[in-house]
């Protein structure tokens, strides 16, 4: 393979994210979208942009990680992918969260968690929901951030003896 395959600057994306040398993983995304965008390939361009959104986003860069992802959606919703199209959105939304843009962020968690709601319970729409409920938190509004933190406790699949007593508690308040 031609150190310009993009299948491998993504795998080696993934391994420099794993290492946790996220910079670098951000950088080899790069690499792998520009050349996916060079083959017409939109849809592994997109992915690997929210993977260096991603990447750049643990290496508390969310400015960058911000413009990585931003637009991303809409291509997978140009394709009818909703999980992809979701979890584009939550990228988006964890920058502009980190960038302390809580009622864009807010948004764009709940355009994602309608997206994941329409596919059935599932541990993304479960996390998307705690999210929801942090943003309120964050922002000092108690009552929904309760409100969305019965939701996430309804949407686990499996919830464990803690959050079940959690869950429990919430109701009776």
Same mark, same amino acid.
């Given at each position: 393979m031609s150190p310009l395959d993009p299948h491998q600057l993504a795998r080696e994306g993934e391994d420099l994210y794993r290492n946790q040398d996220y910079t670098e993983a951000a950088r080899r995304f790069d690499q792998a979208r520009q050349l996916f965008q060079e083959?017409?390939?939109?849809?592994? @361009? *997109?992915?690997? +942009?929210?993977?260096?959104?991603?990447a750049l986003l643990k290496a508390n860069l969310p400015e960058q990680a911000w413009q990585a992802a931003a637009g991303t959606d809409s291509v997978f919703q140009a394709h009818g992918d909703r999980t992809r199209q979701a979890t584009a959105l939550l990228n988006q939304? @964890? *920058?502009?969260? +980190?960038?302390?843009?809580?009622?864009?962020?807010?948004?764009?968690?709940?355009?994602?968690?309608?997206?994941?709601?329409?596919?059935?319970?599932?541990d993304l729409y479960a996390l998307t929901l705690k999210s929801i409920a942090s943003i309120y938190l964050k922002q000092g509004k108690w009552y929904e951030s309760a409100i969305q933190m019965l939701s996430w406790l309804g949407a686990l699949e499996r919830p464990t003896l803690f959050q079940r007593v959690l869950r429990l508690l919430l109701r009776i308040r």
């Open positions: 083959q017409d390939d939109e849809l592994k @361009a *997109a992915e690997m +942009a929210n993977n260096r959104s991603v939304a @964890a *920058a502009l969260e +980190a960038l302390r843009k809580f009622d864009s962020a807010l948004e764009l968690y709940q355009r994602a968690a309608d997206l994941l709601e329409q596919s059935g319970p599932n």
